[in-house]
């Protein structure tokens, strides 16, 4: 602990109240809101007006400026659920636990967004909606092990164990995925020849880059917004006997 | 009581409860039996395509029968508390876990090899591969019943846990599936396939160290 500056510490030790929690994203929230709308604004202008049309795929390649991101979104997703859901397990902080089963449905949506905009693009691109393609079907097991998550939490009455739970598939399906991931894509080379989904990647062009890169940004400003909003709520709802939620509530009527 | 007495009892026990329970051991193989007979009736008898996707359905048809009788690790001793006082004795509970699993590998993923040879010449498989078919559901199934343990274990206190743990489980079946089917679908085109068999055993070695610690923690969750 001697690593971490004194202040960084306290800073962490304080967001571990719930009330100091709620007030403070509270007050974070418009100047995440503002920085997410500025990036996405500069991002799409520059993916899809700036950057110039692929000399193969024409306009369609600018579905990754949403693809792309979504499918790093969901990995990186899984793996802030798990680290939340370790610090939930091993410290016991009810704030820990929030985010990680806030982040799920959010997770599970992106993940969602990268296999649908795959397969979009991937009608026009192979000729057909999918193909047992490594990555698409290491996507879709990373669906159903998010599937997996919120269906547990939902079965579990009491929400305290219903985290505890979902902490340990979380752990459990951290070490599991780049076994998951790496079988997928060997058994995929071995079943199918590199004839569609092989194409050659050109390295990327730096004015299409830069758009890829703020969309990237632009997403986990909105994954911050929305996992915060939903921690929020939950918050809420499981400190509803508590006395800075009453006197919240009284204050604001 | 030793640490080592204390698994062998343990092992004992559930043996011996499962002998005196032996639909238990008989409802998985006769699903596994039963699946396999309905995929010559479902895609047409034709020798050709059956023998091309033996291996998979096989497979796939292990998976299944192992997720089906997981809920009998935990649920009667659950139900009957002696799960709580397995979790308050003073060995560690990894170690218990792990002993029940093992013994619950022995009553319903070792039979599965005994009537995969049947399987087999139902399927039509060439002989030369059924050697690797079953060393692979030698070295498979237990991965199963590990990893499965850990989802049993989260949904042991649910009521209606069934249809939640096949999602829990599944897709963390599928590594076993791809190495094993392949490993099968190499060994009938007559080509090595120790690579696919070192991953399983590399799998099953992680498995074994790893998996009674999600386990045991997901018990003490579920007890509490």
Same mark, same amino acid.
Request: overall charge positive; hydrophobic content about 55%; charged content about 10%.
């Given at each position: *602990?001697?690593?971490?500056?004194?202040?960084?510490?306290?800073?962490?030790?304080? *967001?571990?109240?719930?009330?100091?929690? &709620?007030?403070?994203?509270?007050?974070?929230?418009?100047?995440?809101?503002?920085?997410?709308?500025?990036?996405?604004?500069?991002?799409?202008?520059?993916?899809?007006?700036?950057?110039?049309?692929?000399?193969?795929?024409?306009?369609?390649?600018?579905?990754?400026?949403?693809?792309?991101?979504?499918?790093?979104?969901s990995l990186f997703i899984y793996v802030v659920m798990a680290v939340a859901g370790a610090?939930?397990?091993?410290?016991?902080?009810?704030?820990?636990?929030?985010?990680?089963?806030?982040?799920?449905?959010?997770?599970?949506? +992106?993940?969602?967004?990268?296999?649908?905009?795959?397969?979009?693009?991937?009608?026009?691109?192979?000729?057909?909606?999918?193909?047992?393609? /490594?990555?698409?079907?290491?996507?879709? %097991?990373?669906?159903?092990?998010?599937?997996?998550?919120?269906?547990?939490?939902?079965? %579990?009455?009491?929400?305290?164990?219903?985290?505890?739970?979902?902490?340990?598939?979380?752990?459990?399906?951290?070490?599991?995925?780049?076994?998951?991931? &790496?079988?997928?894509?060997?058994?995929?080379?071995?079943?199918?020849?590199?004839?569609?989904?092989?194409?050659? !990647?050109?390295?990327?062009?730096?004015?299409?880059?830069?758009?890829?890169?703020?969309?990237?940004?632009?997403?986990?400003?909105? &994954?911050?917004?929305? *996992? @915060?909003?939903?921690? #929020?709520?939950?918050?809420?709802?499981?400190?509803?006997?508590?006395?800075?939620?009453?006197?919240?509530?009284?204050?604001? !009527? | *009581?030793?640490?080592?007495? $204390? +698994?062998?009892?343990?092992?004992?026990?559930?043996?011996?409860?499962?002998?005196?329970? #032996?639909?238990?051991?008989?409802?998985?193989?006769?699903?596994?039996?039963?699946? %396999?007979?309905?995929?010559?009736?479902?895609?047409? $008898?034709?020798?050709?395509?059956?023998?091309?996707? /033996?291996?998979?359905?096989?497979?796939?048809?292990?998976?299944? /029968?192992?997720?089906?009788?997981?809920?009998?690790?935990?649920?009667?001793?659950?139900?009957?508390?002696?799960?709580?006082?397995?979790?308050?004795?003073?060995?560690?509970?990894?170690?218990?876990?792990?002993?029940?699993?093992?013994?619950?590998?022995?009553?319903?993923?070792?039979?599965?090899?005994?009537?995969?040879?049947?399987?087999?010449?139902?399927? =039509?498989?060439?002989?030369?591969?059924?050697?690797?078919?079953?060393?692979?559901?030698?070295?498979?199934?237990?991965?199963?019943?590990? %990893?499965?343990?850990?989802?049993? /274990?989260?949904?042991? =206190?649910?009521?209606?846990?069934?249809?939640?743990?096949?999602?829990?489980?599944?897709? @963390?079946?599928?590594?076993?599936?791809?190495?094993?089917g392949n490993a099968v679908q190499m060994a009938g085109s007559g080509l090595p396939v120790?690579?696919?068999?070192?991953?399983?055993?590399?799998?099953?070695?992680?498995?074994?160290?790893?998996?009674?610690?999600?386990?045991?923690?997901?018990?003490k969750m579920s007890i509490h």
């Amino acid at each position: *602990m001697f690593l971490i500056p004194d202040p960084v510490v306290r800073f962490f030790h304080r *967001m571990a109240s719930p009330p100091h929690f &709620y007030a403070f994203t509270g007050r974070l929230m418009p100047w995440l809101v503002v920085v997410f709308l500025l990036v996405t604004a500069v991002g799409l202008y520059g993916g899809l007006y700036l950057a110039p049309a692929d000399y193969q795929q024409g306009d369609s390649y600018r579905i990754i400026y949403i693809h792309v991101p979504s499918a790093w979104m969901s990995l990186f997703i899984y793996v802030v659920m798990a680290v939340a859901g370790a610090i939930g397990l091993i410290w016991r902080i009810k704030l820990a636990e929030i985010v990680a089963i806030s982040s799920a449905p959010i997770g599970a949506s +992106f993940t969602f967004i990268a296999l649908v905009t795959g397969s979009l693009w991937g009608k026009p691109m192979w000729g057909t909606w999918w193909v047992w393609d /490594a990555r698409l079907t290491s996507e879709l %097991i990373l669906l159903f092990l998010y599937l997996g998550v919120i269906g547990l939490y939902g079965a %579990i009455d009491d929400k305290r164990t219903a985290s505890r739970a979902v902490a340990i598939l979380a752990l459990v399906g951290v070490v599991n995925i780049p076994i998951i991931h &790496y079988s997928v894509e060997w058994w995929n080379t071995l079943h199918q020849g590199p004839t569609v989904t092989k194409m050659d !990647k050109p390295s990327i062009h730096v004015s299409m880059l830069i758009p890829l890169l703020l969309m990237a940004v632009s997403f986990k400003f909105y &994954y911050l917004i929305a *996992m @915060l909003q939903r921690a #929020r709520t939950e918050l809420l709802l499981r400190e509803r006997n508590a006395q800075w939620v009453k006197n919240m509530v009284s204050e604001s !009527k | *009581m030793s640490l080592s007495r $204390a +698994f062998f009892a343990v092992i004992r026990r559930d043996l011996v409860l499962a002998l005196r329970r #032996r639909s238990e051991i008989a409802n998985p193989l006769l699903f596994f039996i039963l699946v %396999i007979t309905l995929f010559p009736l479902g895609i047409g $008898a034709q020798p050709h395509l059956l023998q091309a996707i /033996a291996p998979g359905i096989i497979w796939v048809s292990a998976l299944l /029968a192992a997720m089906l009788s997981l809920d009998s690790l935990f649920r009667s001793d659950f139900d009957d508390g002696s799960l709580e006082q397995m979790l308050l004795s003073p060995h560690p509970t990894t170690v218990l876990v792990l002993a029940k699993i093992i013994a619950h590998w022995l009553v319903t993923g070792l039979p599965l090899l005994i009537v995969a040879p049947l399987l087999a010449v139902f399927l =039509g498989m060439p002989n030369h591969s059924l050697g690797t078919l079953l060393l692979t559901l030698l070295l498979g199934t237990p991965v199963l019943s590990l %990893i499965g343990a850990v989802g049993v /274990a989260l949904t042991v =206190g649910l009521r209606r846990g069934g249809m939640i743990l096949s999602l829990l489980v599944l897709p @963390l079946y599928v590594p076993v599936l791809i190495f094993a089917g392949n490993a099968v679908q190499m060994a009938g085109s007559g080509l090595p396939v120790d690579a696919q068999i070192n991953i399983l055993i590399a799998i099953l070695l992680m498995a074994l160290v790893l998996a009674p610690l999600p386990v045991a923690a997901a018990l003490k969750m579920s007890i509490h």
